[in-house]
């Protein structure tokens, strides 16, 4: 399936616009040229050319979404044939620490739901990690590994404690989505500064902005 989808986007697209495409739905890499990783780079936005937990979220909320409000089916069901689906996105992306982390994650939330449970984030963060590292403990010090938990953590910690800020609360509701958006955004990059510095000798101040509108 992954050889079909990267061979209908090279037959049907520019170069460029196929190593860029592949790259963002199934983390394929290989035909993205110098020149469109430095502009990924600079822009503070190389991570969306890697495949990670939020390609997993958008599969996960699109797929039950449509079980649930096309097709009608049972929420507990409509649970059930999600989690095969997860596990095969999770293949074809060819199973990098990030999209295992997010799959994990994401197995976890459903499991308590179908359970009728509350599911911790940091339990599941650190479930999953623990999954990875005891599969293959070498993966710690990968640049990705380290990226995905932290920019997680970042979010988990940082988003809630700008979201309670008083100014936010008083603003309309339009405003209030645009400011959780970028909130998302600024927790992420508050956190991975530091790695981004150490792996690439650059942190780009845009990316706060850029962000927002990718």
């Known amino acids: 399936a992954r050889k079909g989808m990267l061979e209908t986007y090279r037959r049907y697209l520019l170069p460029e616009r196929s190593a860029v495409l592949a790259g963002i739905t199934i983390g394929e890499k290989s035909g993205l040229t110098d020149r469109i990783k430095k502009v990924f780079v600079d822009a503070g936005i190389m991570h969306v050319l890697v495949v990670s937990g939020s390609n997993v979220a958008f599969v996960a909320v699109i797929f039950l979404w449509v079980f649930r409000k096309i097709f009608r089916i049972k929420r507990k069901i409509s649970l059930i044939i999600l989690v095969p ?19 994990i994650m994401a197995l ?3 499991i308590s739901l179908l359970i009728s449970r509350h599911s911790d984030v940091y339990q599941g963060l650190f ?20 990226m995905s938990f932290v920019a997680t953590l970042g979010i988990v910690y940082f988003f809630p404690k700008f979201q309670s800020l008083s100014f936010v609360q008083k603003t309309p509701k339009i405003v209030q989505w645009i400011l959780s958006v970028f909130f998302a955004s600024l927790s992420a990059q508050i956190a991975i ?9 650059k942190v780009s101040v845009i990316a706060i902005i850029s962000n927002l509108f990718i």
Do not use: M, W
């Open 85 to 103: 689906i997860i596990l095969l996105y999770a293949a074809l992306t060819g199973a990098n620490p990030p999209v295992v982390r997010a799959t």
């Open 108 to 110: 976890v939330v459903v």
């Open 127 to 146: 479930f999953a990690a623990f999954i990875i590292l005891i599969y293959n403990p070498l993966t710690l010090f990968e640049a990705g590994f380290q």
């Open 193 to 201: 500064f530091p790695l981004l510095a150490y792996y690439f000798n």
